[in-house]
């Protein structure tokens, strides 16, 4: 059985940073594709970030350049840097575990059960 618990969110001002967690169990981060997604009241959940089985990362537009997705093997445990946090960053953010080695798939992934993360202004 594959669980995902996230950790890290919080209310931080604009311009801070923040570090997401999500320890895996039931399943080995390095053989999976693994993504943060987020979710603000009343939009949809989108994509912000993933690293797939080899080790590439790829990066929604709006976060690239600060935000950063890692994974520790030996913790089983991904991670996503936020820095220079905005006011737009606010949202739910979930964990997400792909079915297969490189892609994510919305319909079929695993999810944890979502941080809060709140940026003031």
């Known amino acids: 059985q594959v669980q995902l618990v996230e950790s890290g969110g919080g209310l931080v001002q604009a311009g801070a940073s923040l570090r997401l967690s999500c320890a895996a169990s039931?399943?080995?981060?390095?053989?999976?594709?693994m993504g943060w997604y987020r979710q603000a009241p009343g939009n949809q959940r989108d994509l912000v970030a993933t690293?797939?089985?080899?080790?590439?990362?790829n990066y929604a537009g709006s976060v690239k350049g600060r935000f950063t997705i890692s994974r520790d093997n030996a913790k089983n445990t991904v991670y996503l840097q936020m820095n220079s946090l905005k006011p737009e960053d606010t949202a739910v953010y979930y964990c997400?575990?792909?079915?297969?080695?490189?892609?994510?798939?919305?319909?079929?992934?695993?999810w944890g059960q979502g941080t809060q993360v709140t940026v003031s202004s």
């Open positions: 997400a575990a792909a079915r297969t080695a490189d892609y994510m798939n919305t319909r079929t992934n695993y």
């Open positions: 690293i797939i089985s080899g080790g590439s990362t």
């Open positions: 039931g399943m080995f981060v390095r053989r999976n594709a």
